[in-house]
Structure formats: C-alpha cells, structure tokens
C-alpha cells in the first residue's frame, strides 16, 4: 500500500510490519504520518511542554 505523508509529503510504501498498517487496511482514507515526521512532532511538543509521556503514566513505559 502507497501513502503520502501528511507532513513531509513523500510517498511511502507502507508494509504489514509499519505500526500505522491495521489503520490504513481498516480506513483507506485515514492519514498518514511517517515514523519521522512522528518523532519531530513528538519531540516539539516534549520540548514545547515539557511534559514527557512516562512522566504522566508511570506503569505505560513498562507496557511498551
């Protein structure tokens, strides 16, 4: 399966291994956002306010 990214605007080719595929098999038409564009957002918004997800769930970092 083809996407493009909502961010960068590239086309990626998205394989059964990609965390976002169960999404996209069930909803054609959702949104994609690639790994990297993920973690830039990611990152911005840690950096913006300063809060870090293991920060508000302790027990969640295990679960990853």
Known sequence: ??????SCRKNYIISSTDLQYKKL???PHALYICTNCSRGMQKDAQTSTGLN?????HHDKYLR
Do not use: A, R, V
């Open 25 to 27: 098999i069930q909803n």
């Open 1 to 6: 399966m083809e996407k493009k990214c909502l």
């Open 53 to 57: 997800p293991d920060m508000l769930d």
